[in-house]
C-alpha cells in the first residue's frame, strides 16, 4: 500500500471525493467516504489483475479506461485509490466552468446542444463503439467485467477522431475475486430481464449503447420487450443490425465484443468512403 499526502479537491460522488495530486498531475487519488463498504481484496483484485495483462491489452486498458493504479492506505482507516486522469480533451468548458464530456452529449440532443455542442455523426458514432468493444474484449477475454456501462460512465472527446475512456473503474469485477464496491445500474441502462449477470450484461450494454449512439435511442428496454426494430435511418448494414437485434432479446447467448469488432469496423469504413465520395 502507498501512503501519500494529496491536493485539492477536485470533484464528489457518491462513494468518496477525487483528489489532485500535485506531485503527478496526471494521475488523481480518489479516497472512499467512511461508511462506505469498500473490500480491500477486490480492489487489490483490480491492481493485480491490470498487471498481470499482456503489454498489447494493458495498453488498451490504460488508454480507455481510469483503472485503478494502486490501493491507498487513508488515515483514519479508510481507503482510496490513485487513477490516471482523463486527458484534457475529455473536458469541455461550459459558462467558464469545466465538466467532463460523457457520452450523454453524443447522442441526447438537447443535452448536448444545451453546452454548445452537436451530438456525435453516425461515423464518430461507430469509431466510439469500435473503442467500447475492443475495450469490452480486452476485460472479457482475461476475466474481468465492467457492469454499469452508461452514458455518466464514459467520456468522449468529440467528433473528427473520438476517443473513449471508462471511469468508474473501481466497481469493476475479476471474476471469481470479491467485487471492491456494491454493484450500481443506472436508470435507462439497467438489463430489464433478471438473472443478467457479468459478461451477459457487459453484452447487453454493448448493443444498448449502440442503439443509443448510432441511432440517437433515448427511450428504456422494458422487460416487455421481445425484439428491438432496427430503425431505418441512419442504414446500417444488415450484419450489425443483426448484432444489435440479438444483443438485445431476451436470449442466454448474445454477441461478443468480439463480435461486433469487425462488423463495425466494416460500418465506419463505408462511412468514411461514403464522406469521402460525397
Known amino acids: 500500500m502507498t501512503r501519500l499526502d494529496v491536493g485539492p479537491l477536485l470533484g464528489s460522488g457518491g462513494q468518496g471525493d477525487v483528489y489532485e495530486l500535485p506531485s503527478d498531475p496526471g494521475r488523481l487519488f480518489k479516497r472512499y467516504r467512511s461508511g462506505v463498504r469498500v473490500d480491500e481484496t477486490g480492489l487489490s483484485a483490480l491492481v493485480e489483475w491490470r498487471l498481470e495483462l499482456s503489454p498489447r491489452d494493458r495498453a488498451v486498458v490504460d488508454k480507455h479506461t481510469a483503472w485503478p493504479l494502486e490501493v491507498v492506505d ?3 482507516g479508510t481507503l482510496g485509490i490513485l487513477m490516471n486522469r482523463a486527458p484534457r480533451d475529455f473536458w469541455h468548458t461550459v459558462e467558464g466552468g469545466v465538466l467532463p464530456r460523457d457520452l450523454s452529449w453524443a447522442f441526447m440532443s438537447e443535452a448536448a446542444r444545451f453546452v454548445g ?57 475479476v471474476n471469481g475475486r470479491p467485487r471492491a464496491l456494491r454493484e450500481a445500474q443506472t436508470p435507462l441502462w439497467s438489463c430489464p430481464w433478471p438473472g443478467v449477470e457479468g459478461r451477459e450484461r457487459d453484452e447487453f450494454k454493448l448493443a444498448m449503447a449502440f442503439l443509443r449512439l448510432f441511432f440517437r435511442y433515448e427511450g428504456p428496454i422494458m422487460d416487455s420487450t421481445s425484439s428491438i426494430e432496427v430503425p431505418s435511418h441512419p442504414p446500417v448494414t444488415g450484419e ?29 469504413g463505408g462511412l468514411r468512403a461514403r464522406r469521402v465520395a460525397s
Do not use: K
Open 240 to 268: 450489425a443490425a443483426d448484432l444489435l437485434t440479438a444483443g438485445l432479446r431476451q436470449v442466454s447467448v448474445r454477441p461478443a465484443a468480439a463480435d461486433w469488432l469487425p462488423v463495425l469496423r466494416e460500418l465506419h
Open 74 to 76: 487513508c488515515p483514519g
Open 117 to 173: 455542442l452537436e451530438p456525435a455523426t453516425p461515423r464518430a458514432a461507430v469509431a466510439i463503439m469500435v473503442q467500447l468493444a475492443t475495450a469490452f474484449d480486452v476485460l472479457h477475454r482475461n476475466g474481468a467485467t465492467y457492469g454499469d456501462l452508461s452514458a455518466s460512465n464514459v467520456l468522449w472527446t468529440g467528433d473528427g477522431c473520438p476517443s473513449v475512456l471508462l471511469i468508474d473503474c473501481d466497481a469493476a469485477e
